[in-house]
Each structure stands twice: as C-alpha cells, then as structure tokens.
Nanobody, 116 residues
Framework: QVQVVESGGGLVHPGGSLRLSCTAS????????MAWYRQPPGKQRELVAQITSGGSTNYPGSVKGRFTISRDNAKNTMYLTMDALKPEDTAVYYC??????????WGQGTQVTVSS
C-alpha cells in the first residue's frame, strides 16, 4: 500500500522559515504530479504548490516568491521550503501525490503555526 508521510511542521515566528518533507513508500518518479495543500482553521483545503515529474512548478499568488517546492527522486521525498512566513500561513499542511490510473494519495498532515 502506497503511503506518503509529512514531517517538519512546528511553531515559527513571523518572518521565519521552515522546510516540510513528504516521503513516499514508493519511488516518487511514479507520480506525475506532487503537491502541497493546506487547511487553515475553519477554512477549506487549498493548493499551496505543485510540481510535475518534469520539474514544472505552480504556486498561487499568496505564496509565490516565498515558498519553493522541490523533489528528490533519489530520496523519494518532496519538499516545501517556506520563507518569510506570515501568521496567515498557519494551517495543517498535506502532501498529495497523483499517479495515473489511481486515486490521489494524501498524507496525514503536519501542523505549521506562525505566531510571535
């Protein structure tokens, strides 16, 4: 059974940085698209960053220039580097992986809290 597991969340001050990791139980080269989503308290889940197997990336305007998504196929791991964090970035962050012909895979989430 395929699993994706997030790690790296925590408490950080405004303006600080954090790096999240998503490690898969299979080769991530099998995933055409991998992404990070987040769900702030009381709000819907939203896309934060997306990366294709070819390395193309996509970000919404709210995080563009501050967040960077990357993937290391050799380590079966995807990363989200978050800089210049704001209180409104506080959310549970989820890893998402898509493989053709299968339902999307989701991690259990990792909490990121930005507060002074």
């Amino acid at each position: 059974q395929v699993q994706v597991v997030e790690s790296g969340g925590g408490l950080v001050h405004p303006g600080g940085s954090l790096r999240l990791s998503c490690t898969a139980s299979v080769s991530i080269s099998s995933f055409g698209i991998m992404a990070w989503y987040r769900q702030p308290p009381g709000k819907q889940r939203e896309l934060v960053a997306q990366i294709t197997s070819g390395g193309s990336t996509n970000y919404p305007g709210s995080v563009k220039g501050r967040f960077t998504i990357s993937r290391d196929n050799a380590k079966n791991t995807m990363y989200l580097t978050m800089d210049a964090l704001k209180p409104e970035d506080t959310a549970v962050y989820y890893c998402n992986a898509i493989r053709v012909g299968y339902s999307p895979y989701w991690g259990q989430g990792t909490q990121v809290t930005v507060s002074s």
